[in-house]
């Protein structure tokens, strides 16, 4: 189990560089659109191997559409065109949030949690640690600006959908989920594409072209069908501590591969955010065996919304 875990912490902790490679003579919205077509492609195959009739019911083709127009639409293409102007690493930490945003939208907006001090706490602490990475610096441009605004909306995005899933989706199966939700994403990311993009000045490389294969199998089908088996086999709640896991792997092989270097007020606004996001997620020693019943669910939305990356991204 611990092998399966790291695994799982390493591929995510890697999607973040391999975007970032990907992006390589390949524009944002094209890169991603060719994932999520790949990625569709796969699960469609193992739907089709396990030969089941596919019946979908009003809650089903909620899911779908929140997926394919929060997730693989408008969560990717934000991630992906931050990453022109941002690190990986740092675009990882940003979307670390995810956590403290999917806990306000359950609070205010849906009524299907409490804010505990806790929580409250952690929402704090991580919004101290974003305000720090936007301090005022001689190396934040307008464009990294715009990138790092940019990954908090993809995080938004990605907790309205779970938030939206968690609500419609507790009897959805999510392989169909996310093979239609792939393809109205990679559908949408193409148009977008087509209307933005000049596909004229694309270069294929190797390196590229490997980054957006090891995407869509390891990054969306592998780590995805292993998320799963993690859920049923150990307890959720360290499951879900890989939210703090995979920034770290993101920052670490950022620094080993590209050389990604942050100023010493970012590396105390990223330290802040974790410290935030971890506030916000393990659960006090007394109340563990109550969480312990009711994350399961919680887990498998998020990986719901983020079997493209992370199902628990990440994107």
């Not at 127009?69 to 690190?87: G, Q, T």
């Not at 709640?237 to 703090?244: P, Y």
Request: charged share 10%.
């Amino acid at each position: 189990m611990a092998a399966l875990y790291a695994l799982i912490c390493l591929i995510w902790g890697s999607t973040w560089l391999a975007i970032k490679i990907g992006l390589d003579g390949v524009p944002p919205f094209l890169a991603a659109g060719v994932r999520f077509v790949l990625a569709a492609a796969i699960v469609g195959v193992v739907l089709a191997v396990r030969g089941r009739r596919i019946a979908l019911t009003r809650d089903d083709k909620i899911c779908i559409l929140s997926l394919g127009v929060l997730i693989f639409w408008l969560d990717y293409a934000c991630v992906y065109w931050a990453e022109l102007y941002i690190s990986s690493g740092l675009t990882a930490v940003l979307f670390s949030t995810m956590p403290l945003m999917t806990a306000l939208l359950s609070a205010f907006w849906m009524g299907s949690e409490t804010l505990t001090a806790r929580k409250v706490a952690g929402i704090l602490v991580g919004i101290a640690g974003t305000a720090l990475l936007f301090w005022p610096h001689a190396r934040l441009g307008l464009m990294q600006s715009l990138g790092m605004i940019s990954t908090l909306a993809g995080s938004l995005c990605a907790a309205i959908n779970l938030v939206m899933l968690k609500k419609h989706g507790a009897h959805s199966d999510p392989f169909v989920l996310n093979f239609f939700g792939m393809g109205l994403g990679a559908a949408c990311l193409l148009l977008m594409s087509a209307l933005f993009e000049s596909w004229t000045t694309v270069v294929w490389t190797r390196s590229n072209v490997l980054a957006i294969v090891y995407l869509s199998v390891f990054g969306s089908v592998i780590a995805f069908s292993t998320y799963y088996f993690l859920i049923k086999h150990m307890d959720a709640t360290i499951v879900s501590l890989s939210t703090l896991v995979i920034p770290i792997v993101a920052l670490a092989l950022g620094r080993a591969v590209l050389h990604e270097t942050v100023t010493r007020t970012a590396v105390l606004g990223i330290v802040t955010i974790l410290a935030g996001v971890g506030v916000a997620i393990i659960p006090p020693a007394e109340t563990k065996p109550t969480l312990e019943r009711e994350a399961p669910e919680f887990t498998k939305a998020i990986s719901r919304s983020r079997s493209g990356t992370a199902a628990g991204r990440q994107p």
